[in-house]
């Protein structure tokens, strides 16, 4: 008995154990779904660069996307798109047909780059901002 219970838990670390497995490739969200295209091209005053990121898993289709108010895309599951915004505060929403909207409030500053990936908790919408500053 004394040999079963090491060989069992040696057993139960060891055979979990998988190989990692690549994502499914990320798509650009088609242009017939992005609502304000004068975003997805920087400008003079627009040198904030925000990447959104619709994770594998997600469950739900058609997930509605809303920046400071204004619809800016339905995204589906695997999906990015880039929007270039002003510095300073924006709100950015995730607004799924049947479940709780998620968001997350942006404090943009000049030379950094923001992602923001939109999970699913427990059934529920999730958005993280990982933001990025360029240069030294």
């Known amino acids: 008995m004394k040999l ?3 060989a069992l ?3 139960c670390l060891t055979g979990c154990a998988t190989s990692r497995t690549t994502p499914p490739p ?10 304000e295209s004068y975003l997805l091209k920087p400008s003079h005053r627009r040198t ?6 619709r994770e594998p ?14 619809q800016i895309a339905r995204v589906t599951v695997g999906e990015v798109m880039t929007v270039y915004l002003k510095p300073g505060r924006h709100l950015l929403v995730a607004k799924p047909l049947f479940s709780p909207p998620a968001n997350v409030r942006l ?3 000049s030379g950094g780059a923001t992602t ?21």
């Open 26 to 35: 990320r798509t650009s969200v088609p242009a017939a779904r992005r609502f």
């Open 107 to 109: 404090q943009l500053r």
């Open 57 to 70: 898993g997600v469950a739900g289709s058609g997930l509605n996307l809303f920046l400071d108010g204004d």
């Open 48 to 53: 904030c660069p925000v990447t959104i990121v």
């Open 9 to 11: 838990a040696l057993l």
């Open 116 to 136: 923001v990936h939109i999970t699913d908790r427990d059934g529920n919408f999730a958005m993280k901002a990982v933001v990025r500053t360029r240069g030294p």
């Open 4 to 6: 079963y219970l090491p």
